[in-house]
């Protein structure tokens, strides 16, 4: 598997594609009671695929990511593509997302405190996705145009998003608490935080610039996984999916909310509002407008009159 690692991580592989590839390898290998990769073919791989699908009754999506991994092997490790894949498929689900209300948004939240809360708001007023939120810079941040750079979200892909007045205090006072750690550990010599890519060779001083810094960094330091350097990380994502799960039970809510209920309901509220669904398709940062229609029917609104819904919460 070192190789594998070494060749996901020379193509700048987020480390969570890289446990989740890794994961999907080793279990394809197991099913085919340990042969080799190489000693194995397209009949190998559509047998693992089609058990996923039959006996296993993943989802299509589950299915995907194994066999992008598996591709990803042949093709980039072991240099021998492989063709015309074509297993018994996983059934699409087309289930509706869950949505909360505008009044059971509020109740979620004042159910949480501190940087949870701030995180919870920040996540359904931009509509963002989860380890959008963990993984934010101090610098994507536009407090004068009031949006929100997402460096490298899903895909890869960058988009702005909003970032209303409304919660600039909340972020004022939570980034001077950020930058007491930050001062702290710069004069301590432990200021080191992660930077994407090749950006830590190009840019030798960036791991220690203040707008590089997470906004919502770790309370304690840690060791990098793949590098093994001491540094601060961002929050762990399951602390807020944890917060959130408790708020939900807090509120006596029986419907199923998680972390992605808070963009289903900011993709929701922005249509029932009025905003132009290809306008909310560039917000959320989908590559097929069919994507974003699977919330509802809207009428046409100029951008400059996207009203983000926390304006709502005030009302």
Not at 66 to 80: E, G, M, P, Q
Not at 208 to 215: H, I, L, N, P, R
Not at 270 to 283: F, H
């Amino acid at each position: 598997m070192d190789q594998v690692r070494e060749t996901l991580r020379y193509h700048h592989y987020a480390l969570r594609t890289e446990q989740s590839y890794v994961s999907w390898i080793l279990r394809f290998i197991r099913f085919n009671e340990k042969q080799h990769p190489k000693d194995m073919g397209k009949e190998e791989i559509e047998r693992f695929l089609s058990h996923l699908a039959l006996n296993r009754d993943v989802a299509a999506s589950t299915q995907n990511q194994a066999l992008n991994a598996i591709i990803f092997l042949y093709k980039d490790v072991l240099d021998k593509p492989i063709e015309g894949v074509l297993p018994a498929r996983a059934r699409k689900s087309q289930h509706v997302p869950t949505v909360m209300s505008i009044n059971e948004v509020v109740t979620i939240i004042k159910a949480m405190k501190g940087t949870n809360r701030l995180m919870a708001k920040f996540m359904y007023v931009g509509g963002l996705r989860l380890m959008e939120v963990v993984r934010a810079r101090i610098h994507d941040f536009d407090f004068d145009n009031q949006k929100f750079l997402v460096r490298d979200g899903k895909g890869n892909k960058s988009r702005t998003t909003c970032f209303p007045k409304q919660i600039h205090d909340d972020f004022h006072l939570h980034f001077e608490q950020v930058k007491s750690w930050y001062e702290k550990d710069l004069s301590q010599g432990l200021c080191n935080t992660y930077l994407p890519h090749a950006l830590a060779r190009k840019y030798s001083g960036a791991a220690k610039a203040w707008g590089w810094q997470y906004a919502f960094p770790a309370s304690s330091q840690s060791k990098d996984p793949r590098s093994g350097k001491l540094r601060r990380h961002h929050v762990h994502h399951t602390r807020l999916q944890k917060a959130v799960s408790q708020a939900r039970k807090k509120s006596g809510f029986a419907k199923k909310i998680s972390c992605h209920t808070f963009r289903h309901s900011f993709a929701t509220h922005m249509l029932e509002d009025g905003v132009n669904i290809r306008k909310l398709q560039v917000l959320l940062g989908h590559n097929d407008v069919k994507t974003t229609e699977i919330y509802t029917h809207v009428m046409n609104k100029d951008i400059s009159e996207i009203k983000t819904p926390l304006l709502a919460l005030e009302d």
